[in-house]
């Protein structure tokens, strides 16, 4: 997948946890050396949590727009790291 400007980005996934970013770091300062852009990605494939047992589950547009908003988050905090 090319930027806009052609160039390859680097790619680099993104983890919720702060004390997993030495992928983040490597991929910034990778990206950083070599002039190209970097690409944050964050995958999130299961409801987030808070939901016990019994209790009524979200509706389909709430808990997508619950992922949205973590994810989100999770992205704006990896930028900021970086």
Do not use: C
């Amino acid at each position: 997948m090319s930027s806009a400007h052609g160039r390859e980005p680097i790619v680099v996934g993104v983890d919720p946890d702060p004390s997993k970013r030495l992928a983040l770091a490597w991929a910034a300062d990778e990206a950083d050396r070599r002039g190209l852009p970097v690409r944050l990605v964050h995958a999130q494939g299961v409801p987030t949590g808070g939901y016990r047992t019994g209790e009524a589950l979200p509706s389909w547009e709430e808990w997508n727009r619950t992922l949205h908003e973590a994810g989100a988050e999770v992205l704006k905090e990896a930028v900021a790291f970086v």
